[in-house]
C-alpha cells in the first residue's frame, strides 16, 4: 500500500506542522471530533510534497493509482475524492464538448446532466426496456444502440449504466464492439461494479468488456470511505492528458489524504482478499433470497423473473411487498421499526445491497424482520381488508429536448403552478433519490406523461430532490 505507507512514514518523522489544516495534526480539534477520530488525525494533513498531489502524482500516490490499474486491467486510474459524480462529469467534459452529440440512456444518474452542463453537449436518449410488473429498467439492447448511433452519425460519445442499481446487467461487450466500428467512445457508469471482476457468478466488468472509460464506486460494494471513488481508462480511443486536466478541475485542491488512502487501503484488500471476500457475500445473497421467497407474501425475484434480462448481480436484492399492498415506502418504514435500513425503495418494493461487510448475523436479522413486518400486515389486513393495488410502478416520461442543458441552465426561469406546466420547458433537473435518475431535466419539456409520473410519485409518497418547491405545487420553467 504504497501511498498509506508514505503516510504512516511521515508521521514518524514528528515534524511539527506550520500548515494546513488548522487543527495541527488533531491537537486543536473539537473534542467531539477528537473522541471519534483521534488516531486517524494525524493523517489529515494538507497538500505535502513529500506525499505527492493528487492532481500531478509522481510518487507514491502515482505507485497507488498504477497498482489499481493493474489490478482493473486498465491502462490508467485516476483517484476521486469527490465521488464518482465527479469522474462521470470527468468522462463526458474530457470527451465531448460545446455542441457535440453524445447518447445516453433513460436510466443515467443526474450527474450525467451535470456533465452535460459542464461540457455544453447535446444529449439524444435511450429509451432501454422497463418491467412493468416489478417497475425496474432494464436497461438498453445492442439493437437499440445500433439504431441510434446510425440516426446520429454525428455522435462522439455514448454513456451506459452498467450494472444499473438493481444489478441487471446490459449485453455490454457487443455494445462496445458497436460504438468502436463507428469511432463512438464509450463511457460506462460502474458504480455499482467495483466488485464485479472478484465474484463467481458475476456479470463481466466494463474493462473486460473493452469500454474506454469506466468509473466505480470504490466504497459503495467494496472497503474505501464515501466519497471515494476511481476512474480507469483504456487506451484506444481517449486523451488521457485531456482527462487528467479535466480530473484536476473537478477535484478539490485540498484532497483528503485519509479518503485517499482509503482507495489505497480498498485496493489491497481486493488484491489480496478480493475473491473470497466477494464469494462469501454470494452465497449470502443466495441464502437471504432462499429465505425470504419463503415468507408469505414476499416475492424476491431472480435473473429468469425478468422479461428477457442478459446478466445479473445477485448481491442487489429486491424485496418486493406488492402482494401484501405495501408500497415501498410504507415498508421501508415498518423495516425501519425493525431496525433495519435499505438502499433504496420504488413502487412496491425495496432493494438490500449484500457486500463484503454482511454476515450471517446481519442476514437474519434482516429476514427475521421481514417476517414480522409480512405478519403484522396479513394480520392487519384480515381485520381490515384493503384492495390491492392496481399498479407497480410507472416507467420514466420519454424526454424530449428543446435545449441543450447548457442552453437551459443559463436561461432565465420563472415558477408556475404546476397544473399550468404541461407544454413548458423545465428549468429544473428533477428526480426522487435514490436512485437519482431525473424525470425530467433542465431543457426538457414538461409533457402530460411527466405530470402523470409526477401524481403517481405523490400519491405513494415519495419525495422530489432538485426542485427550488419540494412540494411540486410548482416547477420553474424557462421563461418566454
Not at 508514505?6 to 514518524?12: G, I, N, T
Not at 435499505?342 to 438490500?352: F, I, P, R, S
Not at 392496481?390 to 442543458?405: K, M
Amino acid at each position: 500500500m504504497p501511498f498509506v505507507e508514505a503516510l504512516e512514514a511521515y508521521k514518524e518523522e514528528h515534524f511539527v506542522p506550520f500548515h494546513t489544516p488548522g487543527h495541527k495534526i488533531g491537537v486543536g480539534a473539537p473534542a467531539t471530533l477528537k473522541a471519534w477520530m483521534d488516531p486517524a488525525l494525524p493523517y489529515d494533513l494538507g497538500v505535502m510534497y513529500a506525499l505527492d498531489d493528487l492532481h500531478e502524482p509522481e510518487g507514491s500516490l502515482k505507485e497507488a493509482q498504477d497498482l489499481a490499474a493493474q489490478l482493473y486491467g486498465a491502462d490508467y486510474t485516476w483517484f476521486s475524492i469527490n465521488g464518482t459524480t465527479a469522474l462521470i462529469e470527468t468522462m463526458i467534459m474530457g470527451t465531448v464538448g460545446a455542441g457535440d452529440t453524445i447518447i445516453i440512456p433513460r436510466e443515467a444518474h443526474r450527474s450525467v446532466m451535470g456533465g452535460l452542463i459542464l461540457s455544453g453537449a447535446k444529449p439524444v436518449y435511450l429509451e432501454g426496456r422497463f418491467d412493468e410488473r416489478f417497475g425496474v429498467p432494464l436497461g438498453t439492447t445492442p439493437s437499440e444502440v445500433e439504431t441510434v448511433l446510425n440516426e446520429h452519425p454525428e455522435a462522439k460519445a455514448i454513456v451506459l449504466v452498467n450494472p444499473n442499481y438493481y444489478g441487471i446487467a446490459i449485453d455490454l461487450e457487443a455494445i462496445v464492439l458497436l460504438a468502436h466500428k463507428k469511432g463512438v467512445i464509450v463511457l460506462v457508469d460502474e458504480a455499482h461494479g467495483a466488485h464485479l471482476p472478484f465474484g463467481k457468478n458475476l456479470p463481466k466488468s466494463a474493462l473486460a468488456c473493452g469500454a474506454d472509460l469506466v468509473a466505480q464506486s470504490t466504497h459503495k460494494l467494496i472497503g474505501s470511505l464515501t466519497q471515494t471513488s476511481m476512474l480507469h481508462g483504456q487506451d484506444m480511443l481517449i486523451n488521457e492528458r485531456r482527462i487528467t486536466q479535466v480530473h484536476q478541475i473537478l477535484q478539490s485542491t485540498s484532497p483528503n489524504y485519509i479518503f485517499l488512502a482509503s482507495l489505497d487501503m480498498a485496493r489491497h484488500q481486493m488484491a489480496t482478499k478480493g475473491r473470497e471476500l466477494v464469494t462469501k457475500a454470494e452465497m449470502l445473497a443466495q441464502e437471504l433470497h432462499r429465505d425470504l421467497q419463503n415468507i408469505p407474501g414476499i416475492n424476491v425475484p431472480a435473473a429468469e423473473d425478468f422479461n428477457g434480462l442478459y446478466d445479473y448481480d445477485a448481491t442487489k436484492v429486491l424485496i418486493d411487498f406488492y402482494e401484501l399492498g405495501l408500497t415501498g415506502v410504507e415498508a421501508e418504514k415498518l423495516l425501519r421499526k425493525e431496525g433495519i435500513e435499505v438502499e433504496l425503495v420504488q413502487a412496491y418494493h425495496v432493494l438490500v445491497l449484500i457486500t463484503l461487510g454482511d454476515t450471517k448475523d446481519s442476514i437474519k436479522r434482516l429476514v427475521d424482520a421481514v417476517s414480522k413486518v409480512a405478519a403484522n400486515v396479513k394480520e392487519f389486513k384480515q381485520s381490515s381488508p384493503q384492495a390491492k393495488p392496481l399498479a407497480t410502478g410507472t416507467r420514466l416520461p420519454s424526454p424530449e429536448v428543446v435545449l441543450t442543458p447548457r442552453e437551459a441552465f443559463y436561461s432565465k426561469t420563472e415558477t408556475v403552478a404546476l397544473a399550468e406546466t404541461a407544454g413548458q420547458i423545465s428549468g429544473e433537473t428533477i428526480s426522487y433519490y435514490p436512485p437519482g435518475i431525473p424525470f425530467v431535466s433542465v431543457g426538457e419539456r414538461i409533457t402530460p406523461a411527466v405530470l402523470a409520473y409526477i401524481k403517481e410519485r405523490q400519491a405513494m409518497g415519495f419525495l422530489p430532490n432538485g426542485c427550488a418547491d419540494k412540494t411540486l405545487k410548482t416547477i420553474r420553467i424557462i421563461s418566454k
